[in-house]
Each structure stands twice: as structure tokens, then as C-alpha cells.
């Protein structure tokens, strides 16, 4: 199904912003949320996973169950999970389309990945600490 | 163990100056009148320990002598460098980047092109009515929040300055004070909203447009909806920014990423200008990062622009779109890196990191971030607001010294950028 | 010990009754001293004309709405672009240049003191971070009270030693140097998008008058013994028929204090309108300047126009607005809780423009009328009336009467009819000139005896040579020498030390920062004083303990101690 | 007649954008003349980056042609301020090319990066392919973007097309992005194609859509049906946020309802 795609941040994205690699911030900013009604149509429960598609990638998110949203919109907040599938084309003004994406979602059975895992799909080596 | 009261916390653009906290042997047990991202930012852990550089595929421990000897080799051996980041240092270090920028010829950026850049583009086409926030909590008896959602980004907003807050001219601002929110979704602010407009994704300008034109007295022509709004609706906001005694406009990113961008915040500042002509009314944008709006203030009487400043041919050179981070690592522009006091890797499209991964990478920053992963060598510095000082400027302007809690062996982002930029000088022969 | 010796110089000093003597000035730790014996560097200064460092005692170049104005003005940014060189950083723009930009192009005017004209205390932090990066001069900065709730409320109350006590805080805390008021009580009532009219209006919600509001502070200024006076800019500015508001005002102002005038009147060109709207738009100089010449406690600056692009910026909130209204060009506001507003436009003012052409004749008659040029100072509100680049121009044209009448043959064809600039004969002399460049501002200041504005043994060894030879250059015909010859200097040395060579400037950082503190019995001081650190904290969106602007912020400090007779 | 021919080479770190606003006609009469272009932070000499071949010789800029061949897609400011003769692009172009530009010709076999023709005020650019966001606009805090001239795309423009256009003439044959014509003042747009949210702001000027206007603003006012070259279209007087002196002429248009 088609969807606008629209990221920001939350209270607890914005708490866990110092610790990314850690499980909160690894939770919050892999959530999918999306009207109930859309996710009937979609047939998909709250908890399960699904596949977001855009043009320039995709990536697997847990639904969660927003009536906040209007329908046909999902929200994720900021982090790498919603920035593998934004295109970094700006218009001309240096600001990608952090609010304005369109995107295919369907469900999945495949897990989410952590950052990490993300980080080191994109070649980065990460830091095991001292 | 000592208390220290009205502490300056270093998280958001509010710059809340009233946190105490308690401290006990160099470290911080707790903290009061902090939001929950405040209190998690003075509560941080796992600091990196020294600083490291990345050795075929390996991370190793070095000296910051041999880090400041790295960063130098690195940038001095570039063609295009760009050091990015600044929102999250203090305004003495972003000065003494502005001088290393002069003499590598790189370009300098922050993180204001991924926040309100898009306002400052509006703002340079048709001004700016705003004022401080203290303007707003004495005297507005009507708030809007335009495309933001200062429960969640700005959490003490409305119990300082704003919905909450009591007032000179009002001493029961719940009672006497309406709030308008205006958003594509019902957030956590629109819910607790006098009024809540909620517009089509992407309608912003079209709904900005219908209310400039009632305000001008030419509502007849406005179709029954715009946008997703009722014409009724919006009449009926008009008259209430028409008829208040003084009216506060805030907006966030969802006006400046929306689609339009800076053209949405340029008609909402033209929507105050027009209601200027009716009653008081101001506009202020939601800066993010605690110190974003101090790095536009330092770029700005440095290099005479607020962000995006490209040095490499010695004057310098100013087009957002062009010498906007986002869009030199997306389009493979540069070739090294400096980043200090942000997280690309984690807020940037992927294709920008994918140009970061093949790219020199210094990165200045206490903890390990994402963009750590893709760095070839991380220094860790002091915390603003935590174990060093430094100023700040608040969304609205006002300029804070941020002062240190504890004492520690970190040096701070000043000191460790003046020895870069003196060795710099010294490599130079300047 | 670094010692210096200008030899030969051709030497103008008002302040010591020096008219043009061929001398040598002997240099020792910054300082001027009687005599050097082998000095470090020897200067020939032969055919020099050699006078005290300029000082502008009223231009914005530092602080928040500066700054903004740079902010939002990347066009004019497109001008005046440097590279880093030598020692000089980068610098951009032409209206609004960065602070290196402001500082490199004084110091090539030979500039080496400058008063930011207007600092809201709540972002004094922001204007003395900017100091610091205007290298070349020592800086100081008026600070505002024309909306200040505290000062408002004890005025109202009838308590003038709590008035001074409330100034003397606010002065120390924002490390500022003297009382400005901009449009009194007018930039109060702009916070509900309304404004004052004459000085007889009372201030929305607080009772009082903008006459009040001055009186009162004048007398609390001179309790505290400032160096300065109360620095006023007055209300109605730029309005056709101001000036009955501008004399109505000068009739107010007490003579308090024998050393310098008791009030400083500034850009009084915008004060001197006539006529009952733009359509009969004229001049008043001649009345301003006669009331000024029967009022020794009054000294003005006229805040000349100059024809070209700009940027306006004031404290004046409400005025700016409605030039927004004239103009349709962009428009900034920014309101200061409990202190004052300010407002920013860009502007430009053009010789066919019957209005700007008018503007321009009443500045440069304001500057011929005023006798004693103790009491005129030059200078135009920069970038207000013009950048401040354009002095030496104006000094032409103050020195030359044909300057002016082929200037004027150029303007709008309808300005002869409303101003009498063409039938003023008076060509100001060297002395005069020099006079309304440092001279009188070291003395409005109250800057005499920190060594400004002079040669005197022990003054600061801030000094500008120029290369003009006086004995061989007529002004009234050589006016294109003048702009020349006082656009650029030989050598501009502040401190003893030389900062700028024929428009190079030679070193990163020379400069103070002034600022007063003025002691008070612990009865008005506010520091300990229970309901105004409450209703500070009440009112204020920051601590009290958060405000003052520490010592850090200033690196080197010359701190201005006065005694209150309270 | 003279003819320049400037063949890109390959180079090392072959992304890092080149600024060449020495590329010029005007510039070619001089034969003692050094050409410098720079690479990031580095000054290099034009042939460090180009094989420079001249032939002919020529007395003013309207006798030079130059000629730019192999990728020149991230080339910038190719023929700034310049004001005769003819640039011939055979691949694609950077940003900024023919800003300011007075008089003369360029023409762009490819396609042409963002700022194209960036206040200019006379002479023609024609561009074969498609152009990115900013075609004939204005620069940063600027009133005014293109006042005189022609630019002339055959395939589509990207967004805020002829954004503050204060005269002269846009023809794009393709579709148009988001918001062409912003804040224009005066001159003629014409897009054969569709676009979105044209002219926002308009003070004055005159735009022509053949294709659709998406999300048309609702502070235009309907003036009736007409016909343009005998085509039907929906005639607008606009925008009434500012002064409503413009026109828009739709063949079709739909509102964000």
C-alpha cells in the first residue's frame, strides 16, 4: 500500500540520543506508526513487522498503532532506521524531504535490524569500547 | 555532596537556565527541573575514554598528540574539506573554527541546514518580527505552534514561556491565554490545544496563502476547504489572530521539511507582517540543538553568513543547496571531513553516509555516535554545560553562558580546536 | 618597554589648543610621553597631517541586531569580500560588514575608539563577544533603559535614587558604558504594537511620560557621575513635523554638569522634519540647530544621510515598522522583555528621492548651522544614514561649498524649495573638522582624562596620520584630496603601536573594552535588593544569577569606577 | 572567427566540483590572457583540466566560439557575466551556468545542474535536456532573478523555476517542478507540460501551463475560460497575497482540497 512518509522526534528518541547504540534508542527509532484502520487494511497487527519501500531504499520497521495519524500517513521518528529510505535530494535548499516521502509498505516476516547492524551493512566499523 | 542551582542545560534550543543539580566526587547524582532529555543529557554515560583512530579496519588507542597531529595531516591534505557539525559546542569553539576554515579553505556548515536553514532563507527574503521569550510569557494571549511539537522536542516550552507560564500583563495564562496548533498529525501538543488545524501533508503554503488573504479582507475568494482546512475554520482563526492583543507564531521543522520549505516559512512570516497592520504579533522558529542558533550568530559576524559557508576560494561564498552539507556528500563534493558537536550518520540520508564511509573522517565528540563507525579518528572532548563552559544562544537570540558542573581531564572543544588550528598555523608556516 | 618616535608631524589637537604645529610625539608603552631616547621604531611623519585617534560615539557595529542585520542580508554580503591575508582575517559585506570587516576599514579611516550606539543589557553578552572580534579599536557600548520595567516603575514611584540605583546595576551587570534612551517609552508600548507621539504622551499601563522618563534619568545619570550623559534617541524619529517633538525636548533638558554636556542628542538629522506629512516634507535644521546653540547642555551628532544602499537598524522598534510601510522591503523585529525593542530594514536612499535628498541637505545643514563644533559631532548613524565608510565624504563636503553645490545640482530638482542648504556659505575649517571627528567625542564621552581625543603627555597613543599636507591643499577646491587623503591613512597607531599601514592592518588584536561601574550605597544596590531580584526572576525569561556578564567575557578591560552622590 | 575547444580530462578525484567562471568568450580575445580555474582550494591552470585547443582569431566576443566537450557535469559558472558570442556545451553542465550573463548564446546538448542562468539579463540559453531546481532565479536574499533574456528547456525543470523572475522569458517544453514562477514580478513562463503550485506570491508577470497545474494555490482568482493559441485554458489573475497583477493560463488544474 502507499504511503506518506513523515519522520520527527519524540520525547524518547530525544533521551536515548546520547546512547544510539543502545536497546531504547535501538526500540524507538525502529517504530512504524500508523493509523488502526491502515493497519487492518494492511493486515498487519501491532508488534509485527513491515517493510517500508521508497525510492532510494527500504527497511524493516514494528508497526505500532497511532489514531493520532490521518490515514494513508505513517510517522517514524528521527534516526538511521527512516534514513536509509530518505532521498538526500534537497530542491536546491541543503533540506532533504525529512517530512514528505513517498513509500510502499507491506508486511514482513524478517526481523528488524539494530543500528549496529545497519552501521556495519553500510561499512562502518564500529567501536567496541574501552 | 553539593547542590548547584540554575544550571544551564545544554539539550534544546530552550536553554532552561534554572536546573540544580547535585554533584558528589566529579560526578552528577541527580538532577531537578530538568525535562526527561535534559535529565538523560546531565545523567550521560559511557564517555569514550581517549582518543582513537581506526587502523586497517581496527580500532587502536592514541595519544591526543598524535589525534591533533592526524586531524592536521588529514584536512591540510584536502581539497574541498568540510567541518560540520558546531550546534553542539559552544560559541568560543565555533570562532576558532571559523579561523581553521580561513586558512584550509574548506567549507563550514551546521546542523542548521537540517533544521531551520530553510527559515533563515525565508528570513533572508522578507525579515524577521520575532522577539524574546520573555515578550511572549508577559504579554501573548495567543499562542500558535505551527508545525512543531514542543511536548516532545521542546518539553518545557509551554510551562516557560508559554501556555503555562504566568505573565506581567497575565497572571492566569492557562485561563487567559488560547493556543492554536497547527499539524499534519494530532500530536501530544495539538491534543492539549485550544484549536488544532490539521492540514494535508505538504498544504502548509496553500493554507498560509487563505489566511493572508482573509487577513487582507480578501476571504470571498477562499474555496470551501484548503488543504483539508474548512473555510470556517480558518475564518475563524484569522479573527482570533486579528483580534488578540499580542499573538505568537512558533514553528518547527515542519514547515522548513515539508514541501516548499523555506517558501511555507517565508509566507508565514508575510502572514505576521500582514497581522502587524491589526495587532502585535511575533514569530520565533523552534531551534533545535542548544547551541544551533549561537552558530548561526558566530558564522554570521565572522563570515557575514549564517551557515554553509564555502572558504575554498578564500572569500567567502554562500549558496545553501550548494554548499549545504547534505548536498556535498551526496554529491561526493568534499574530501575529508571534520565533524564536531553532531551525528550525521545518524540524521543523514544514506547516501550521504555511504560518502562519509569513503571519505577522511575526524570526529570531535564525547561519546561514541554513529558517525564514530565510519570515522578514521574520534577525539573526545569536555561537555558544554557538564565539565567545561562556553556560550550559548537561545532560539530567540538571548546569548547564555553555559557553565560547568564538574571539573574533568577532557579538554574542551575550544582547547582541542586551537591546538589543531595552532598546529595548523605552525605546519603552515603562518 | 617598546618605545616610538613621530617625527615632524604635522599636528592638529582641539583638545589641547593645537592648530596645526609641526612637532615630534614621543611614544613609551602605549602611552605618549615627553621624550624617547633611542626609540624602537622612528616614524617620518613630514607632511603628515597627524591628529588623535578618530572616535565614533555612534555607530552599531556589535550585538544582536547588528548581527541580525548581517543575518539577513547575504546580498549586501556580496560586497566587500576579502580573503585572509597577512594578519588580516576574512571579511565580508558593504551596510553590515562582519566585525573584522568594521574594524580593518575604521582602522584604515584612522579609527581607534568606537561607542556601539545601542545594547539591549539582556544580550550584552552578545555585543561583547563581538567586541572581541573587532580587534582594532577600543570599544564601548550605550546601554538601553527606554523600556526598562524597573526604571519605568521607579520613576513612576518618584524614587530617583532607586532609578539610579536600578541604572547602576544594569550598567555593571551588562558591562556597559552609558544610558541610552531610544524613543522613550515608545519601544514599551510597541509591545502591544503601539507607540508614543510627543513627549507628553503617557506610557501605556505605566502612567508616565517620555518627558519623565528623560528628566528623571538625566538627574539619576549625573548622581552616579558617569563619564557620559544620558544618550537620546528622540521619539517621533523620522516623521515629517518631528522637530517640534526634538525642540519641546532640548526645552526640557536641566544643565547639570560643567564638564560636557547633560544630554547627547543623536542622529538629529531624522529629528529636524517638518511639514505635516511626505508631501510638504522640509526642513527644520535652522530651528533645531538655533535651539541647540542657546543650550550648551545639549550636544548632537547629525546623523547624516549619504545616497546609496543601506541598512537601517534601531532600538526603535515602532519606527522601523513604518518605514517597513514605506518601503515594502523586508522587515526585522526584535522585542527585548523588560528593556526595549529594536527593528532592522534595508534602505536605499536615492538623489532623485525628494525625501532622501531633503535628508541629505539636513544633515550637512545641521553641521553648518551649529556653531561650536564641540556640540555638532559627525557622524551617521552608522549604517543608518550611511556606512561609515562614507565620513571622509561628508567631511568634504563640510569642508567645501562647491562640493556641495555640484552634489546638490545632481539631487531631486524640487529639494531647493525645502531645505536653504544652497545659501549656507560656511566651509568648516581643518580645526573644526578634527573637532567633530575625536575632539568633541572624547569630550561628550567623558573620554578627556582616559587619554582620548588628544596628544597630551600620558594619553593613549592612539593616532592617525594622514597623508594630506595641509599647507598645499585648499579644501573648498581640493574636496577630492580630503575624501582621499582621510579614507586612508599612512600609519593609524593604537596603543604605541602601529595597526594599520596605508590600509593594511599590520596586527590581530590591539584594543580594550571600556565599561562603568558606579558604587552605590547598599541601600540601592540592587545586587541584594529583595523585590527586584524577585520580580526579576518573576518577569525575566532568565536567572538573575545567569545575567551579569562576567569579566571572562572581556579580555582586556578598562573598568570606569565612579562614585554615586546618592 | 575564432574556436575554442576545451576537452575535459580525466582527473584525479573526479567528484570534487571545478570552477571555471574564466570560460568566457570575452575572455578568449586576450592571447596573453593565464586562465586559472580552481578545484576546491587549489588554483589550477586550465589545462590541468581542459585540452585547450584555439584556432582563428577574432575581434570581439560575438567572433568566439567555445566549444565544451567530454563530462563537464560538475563544471560550474561556465560563461558568467558573459556577453557575446557562443558557448557550445556537448555533454552536460554544472551549477551556475550563465549567471549573470548580458548577452550571446549557450547552448547545452545535455542536461544542466541547478542555478542556470541565475540573474540574467539578456542573451539565450537553450538547454536540450533537462535542467535541475533554479532555472533563471535570483541569488540568496535578492529581489530579483532573471530580468531579461531567454531560457529555453526542452526537457523538464526542476523546482522554483524562474523563482523571483523580474523579466524576460522561460519556455520549458517538459513539466516543471514545484513552484515555478515563485514570487515572480514580472516577465513571461510558459511550461508546455504540468507543474505544481505555480507562482506563488506573484506581484506581476505572466505564466501559461498546457499541461496540469497540480495543487493550485486558492488566492488565485478564476477570470474564466479562453484560449491561448487555441488552446482552451483557465484564465487566473493573482496573487492576492501580494498585489494580484499577475496572470496564470491553465489547461487544466486541480486544487489540494
Given at each position: 500500500m502507499k504511503f506518506l512518509f513523515n519522520t520527527g522526534r519524540t520525547i524518547r528518541q530525544g533521551k536515548y540520543i546520547e546512547s544510539k547504540l543502545g536497546q531504547g534508542y535501538a526500540e524507538e527509532t525502529s517504530l512504524c506508526h500508523i493509523h488502526p484502520l491502515d493497519l487492518l487494511d494492511l493486515g498487519v497487527d501491532e508488534g509485527e513487522n513491515v517493510l517500508v519501500k521508497s525510492e532510494v531504499g527500504e527497511v524493516v520497521l514494528e508497526a505500532r498503532a497511532d489514531e493520532g495519524l490521518p490515514m494513508g500517513m505513517v510517522f517514524v521518528s528521527y534516526g538511521i532506521h527512516c534514513n536509509s529510505i530518505i532521498s538526500a535530494c534537497t530542491h536546491g535548499t541543503g533540506m532533504p524531504d525529512f517530512k514528505i516521502h513517498e513509500v510502499d509498505i507491506c508486511f514482513t516476516s524478517e526481523q528488524r535490524k539494530t543500528p549496529a547492524e545497519i552501521l556495519e551493512q553500510l561499512g562502518g566499523v564500529t567501536y567496541a569500547g574501552n | 555532596m553539593q547542590e548547584i542551582k540554575d544550571m544551564v542545560c545544554p539539550f534544546c534550543g530552550c536553554l532552561c537556565d534554572d536546573v540544580t543539580l547535585e554533584v558528589e566526587n566529579g560526578k552528577i547524582l541527580s538532577t531537578d527541573n530538568c525535562c526527561t532529555i535534559g535529565n538523560a543529557k546531565f545523567m550521560g554515560k559511557n564517555r569514550l575514554k581517549n582518543p582513537i583512530k581506526k587502523v586497517d579496519g581496527a580500532w587502536v588507542d592514541i595519544t591526543y598528540d598524535e589525534a591533533v597531529n592526524t586531524a592536521v595531516d588529514l584536512l591540510l591534505d584536502a581539497d574541498r574539506p568540510l567541518l560540520y557539525g558546531w550546534s553542539g559546542t559552544h560559541g568560543e569553539a565555533q570562532c576558532v573554527g571559523i579561523h581553521m576554515n580561513e586558512i584550509l579553505g574548506g567549507v563550514i556548515d551546521s546542523t542548521t541546514s537540517v533544521c531551520h536553514g530553510p527559515s533563515i532563507l525565508a528570513i533572508q527574503e522578507v525579515g524577521h518580527p520575532g522577539c524574546t521569550l520573555g515578550q511572549v510569557k508577559n504579554r501573548a494571549d495567543l499562542i500558535v505552534y505551527w508545525g512543531c511539537n514542543p511536548i516532545e522536542a521542546h518539553p518545557r516550552h509551554m510551562s516557560r514561556y508559554t501556555t503555562y507560564a504566568d505573565g506581567y500583563f497575565l497572571d492566569n495564562a492557562f485561563r487567559n491565554r488560547k493556543v492554536i496548533v497547527v499539524d499534519v498529525r494530532e500530536t501530544e501538543t495539538a491534543k492539549v490545544a485550544d484549536e488544532f488545524i490539521r492540514i494535508k501533508q505538504g498544504g502548509d503554503y496553500a493554507v498560509l496563502s487563505a489566511l493572508r488573504a482573509i487577513i487582507r479582507g480578501k476571504g470571498d475568494m477562499i474555496p470551501e476547504t484548503v488543504a483539508g482546512v474548512t473555510k470556517t475554520q480558518l475564518m475563524q482563526v484569522a479573527d482570533m489572530c486579528k483580534t488578540c492583543s499580542f499573538g505568537a507564531l512558533f514553528f518547527g521543522v515542519g514547515l522548513t521539511m515539508a514541501k516548499g520549505k523555506y517558501k511555507n516559512v517565508r509566507n508565514a512570516i508575510e502572514l505576521v507582517d500582514e497581522l502587524n497592520r491589526h495587532t502585535k504579533f511575533t514569530l520565533t522558529p523552534m531551534r533545535g540543538h542548544w547551541n544551533v542558533y549561537g552558530a548561526n550568530e558566530v558564522f554570521s559576524w565572522m563570515t557575514?553568513?549564517?551557515?554553509?559557508?564555502?572558504f575554498c576560494r578564500g572569500v567567502a561564498f554562500y549558496n545553501p543547496g550548494e554548499t549545504t552539507a547534505i548536498d556535498i556528500l551526496a554529491r561526493k563534493e568534499c574530501d575529508a571531513c571534520m565533524i564536531i558537536g553532531s551525528d550525521p550518520a545518524a540524521h543523514f540520508p544514506r547516501q550521504c553516509v555511504e560518502h562519509l564511509r569513503d571519505t577522511p573522517v575526524i570526529v570531535i565528540d564525547p561519546f561514541q555516535s554513529m558517525t564514530t563507525s565510519f570515522a578514521d579518528i574520534q577525539i573526545p572532548v569536555a561537555v558544554t554545560g557538564i565539565d567545561a563552559e562556553g556560550t550559548a544562544y537561545r532560539m530567540d537570540g538571548i546569548p547564555i553562558k553555559v557553565k560547568k558542573a564538574i571539573d574533568s581531564d577532557y579538554p574542551s572543544d575550544t582547547e582541542i580546536l586551537t591546538r589543531i588550528y595552532d598546529r595548523m598555523l605552525e605546519v603552515k608556516g603562518l | 618597554m617598546k618605545t616610538l618616535l613621530i617625527k615632524n608631524a604635522y599636528v592638529i589637537d582641539p583638545i589641547q589648543k593645537i592648530s596645526g604645529e609641526t612637532m615630534d610625539i614621543a611614544v613609551r608603552d602605549g602611552k605618549i610621553v615627553d621624550d624617547v631616547k633611542n626609540p624602537d621604531q622612528v616614524i617620518d611623519a613630514t607632511g603628515m597631517l597627524t591628529l588623535p585617534g578618530g572616535i565614533d560615539s555612534h555607530t552599531h557595529i556589535c550585538g544582536t541586531k547588528v548581527n541580525f542585520g548581517r543575518y539577513m542580508s547575504p546580498e549586501d554580503m556580496r560586497a566587500g569580500r576579502t580573503s585572509r591575508k597577512g594578519d588580516m582575517h576574512a571579511t565580508s559585506g558593504y551596510s553590515v560588514p562582519t566585525t573584522y570587516g568594521n574594524s580593518y576599514r575604521y582602522s584604515r579611516m584612522g579609527y581607534t575608539t568606537l561607542l556601539e550606539g545601542a545594547m539591549a543589557p539582556m544580550e550584552a553578552r552578545h555585543t561583547h563577544e563581538e567586541f572581541r572580534y573587532t580587534p582594532l579599536q577600543d570599544c564601548l557600548a550605550n546601554t538601553l533603559f527606554d523600556g526598562n520595567w524597573f526604571a519605568l516603575e521607579a520613576i513612576r514611584d518618584g524614587d530617583i535614587k532607586r532609578l539610579a540605583g536600578i541604572i547602576a546595576w544594569y550598567l555593571s551587570a551588562a558591562k556597559g558604558f552609558g544610558v541610552k534612551l531610544t524613543n522613550p517609552g515608545g519601544t514599551e508600548a510597541w509591545g502591544f504594537g503601539d507607540d508614543v507621539t510627543c513627549i507628553n504622551e503617557p506610557i501605556p499601563h505605566f502612567g508616565i511620560t517620555p518627558r519623565d522618563i528623560i528628566v528623571n534619568m538625566i538627574e539619576a545619570n549625573e548622581m552616579l557621575n558617569l563619564p557620559h550623559s544620558v544618550h537620546l534617541h528622540c521619539n517621533n524619529l523620522g516623521k515629517p513635523g518631528n522637530y517640534m517633538c526634538t525642540l519641546d525636548t532640548y526645552n526640557a533638558i536641566p544643565d547639570l554638569n560643567d564638564k560636557r554636556q547633560s544630554l547627547y542628542s543623536t542622529h538629529v538629522q531624522f529629528h529636524s522634519y517638518g511639514g505635516s506629512s511626505w508631501n510638504d516634507f522640509c526642513s527644520k535644521a535652522e530651528d533645531i540647530a538655533r535651539s541647540v546653540n542657546d543650550k550648551p547642555q545639549i550636544t548632537i551628532d547629525t546623523g547624516q544621510v549619504m545616497f546609496g544602499k543601506t541598512t537601517t537598524m534601531t532600538a526603535d522598534g515602532p519606527m522601523e515598522f513604518n518605514l517597513y510601510r514605506l518601503y515594502h522591503n523586508k522587515w526585522s523585529n526584535h522585542d527585548v522583555e523588560l528593556e526595549t525593542g529594536s527593528g532592522i530594514i534595508p534602505v536605499h536612499y536615492r538623489k532623485k528621492n525628494l525625501v532622501n535628498a531633503i535628508m541629505w541637505s539636513i544633515g550637512l545643514e545641521l553641521g553648518l548651522l551649529v556653531d561650536s563644533p564641540w556640540q555638532c559631532i559627525l557622524a551617521t548613524d552608522n549604517p543608518n544614514g550611511a556606512p561609515f565608510v562614507k565620513y571622509p565624504e561628508v567631511m568634504a563636503l563640510l569642508m567645501s561649498k562647491n562640493y556641495r553645490d555640484a552634489e546638490f545640482e545632481t539631487l531631486h530638482k524640487s529639494t531647493g524649495k525645502r531645505v536653504i542648504l544652497p545659501s549656507l556659505d560656511r566651509e568648516l575649517t581643518w580645526d573644526e573638522i578634527v573637532t567633530m571627528t575625536r575632539s568633541a567625542q572624547a569630550r561628550a564621552l567623558g573620554l578627556i582624562e582616559y587619554g582620548k581625543g588628544h596628544l597630551s603627555e600620558g594619553a593613549e597613543a592612539d593616532i592617525a596620520l594622514y597623508p594630506i599636507n595641509v599647507d598645499t591643499t585648499d579644501p573648498a577646491r581640493d574636496y577630492e584630496r580630503i575624501i582621499n587623503g582621510f579614507s586612508t591613512t599612512e600609519y593609524t597607531i593604537k596603543r604605541g603601536e602601529v595597526v594599520c599601514r596605508n590600509g593594511t592592518c599590520t596586527m590581530e588584536s590591539n584594543h580594550s573594552t571600556y565599561w562603568v561601574n558606579p558604587h552605590v550605597p547598599p541601600a540601592y544596590d540592587m545586587g541584594t535588593d529583595a523585590a527586584f531580584i524577585d520580580g526579576f526572576n518573576k518577569y525575566y525569561s532568565m536567572r538573575i544569577t545567569n545575567y551579569p556578564v562576567g569579566e571572562e567575557y572581556i579580555g582586556r578591560n578598562v573598568c570606569m569606577e565612579s562614585e554615586a552622590s546618592l | 572567427m575564432m574556436k575554442v575547444i576545451l576537452e575535459v580530462k580525466e582527473r584525479h578525484k573526479p567528484t570534487l566540483p571545478i570552477e571555471a567562471e574564466c570560460i568566457t568568450p570575452k575572455n578568449f580575445l586576450d592571447p596573453e590572457r593565464v586562465f586559472h580555474v580552481w578545484k576546491g582550494n587549489k588554483e589550477l591552470d586550465i589545462t590541468e583540466v581542459f585540452h585547450v585547443r584555439k584556432d582563428g582569431n577574432a575581434k570581439s566576443a560575438d567572433q568566439v566560439e567555445i566549444i565544451i566537450r567530454g563530462d563537464s557535469s560538475n563544471i560550474k559558472r561556465v560563461g558568467e557575466y558573459m556577453d557575446g558570442g557562443r558557448i557550445l556545451i556537448e555533454g552536460s553542465i554544472g551549477m551556475h551556468c550563465g549567471n549573470f550573463m548580458s548577452a550571446g548564446t549557450i547552448e547545452i546538448k545535455g542536461d544542466a545542474d541547478s542555478w542556470l542562468g541565475r540573474e540574467m539579463h539578456g542573451g539565450t540559453i537553450l538547454c536540450h535536456g533537462n535542467v535541475e531546481d533554479y532555472a533563471g532565479s535570483g541569488y540568496r536574499g535578492e529581489k530579483k532573478g532573471m530580468t531579461g533574456g531567454r531560457i529555453e528547456i526542452m526537457g523538464n525543470a526542476g523546482d522554483f523555476a524562474a523563482e523571483t523572475m523580474a523579466g524576460g522569458e522561460m519556455i520549458i517544453h517538459g513539466n516543471a517542478g514545484d513552484m515555478p514562477g515563485i514570487d515572480i514580478k514580472d516577465g513571461s513562463l510558459t511550461i508546455m507540460g504540468d507543474c505544481s503550485r505555480p507562482c506563488g506570491n506573484m506581484s506581476g508577470g505572466k505564466c501559461w501551463i498546457f499541461g496540469t497545474a497540480y495543487d493550485m494555490l486558492p488566492t488565485f482568482r478564476n477570470e474564466g475560460q479562453t484560449s491561448v493559441d487555441s488552446v482552451p485554458v483557465t484564465r487566473f489573475s493573482g496573487d492576492y497575497i501580494s498585489r494580484g497583477l499577475g496572470m496564470v493560463y491553465t489547461a487544466n488544474h486541480k486544487y489540494m482540497e
Open positions: - | 557575514g553568513y549564517p551557515y554553509a559557508v564555502d | - | -
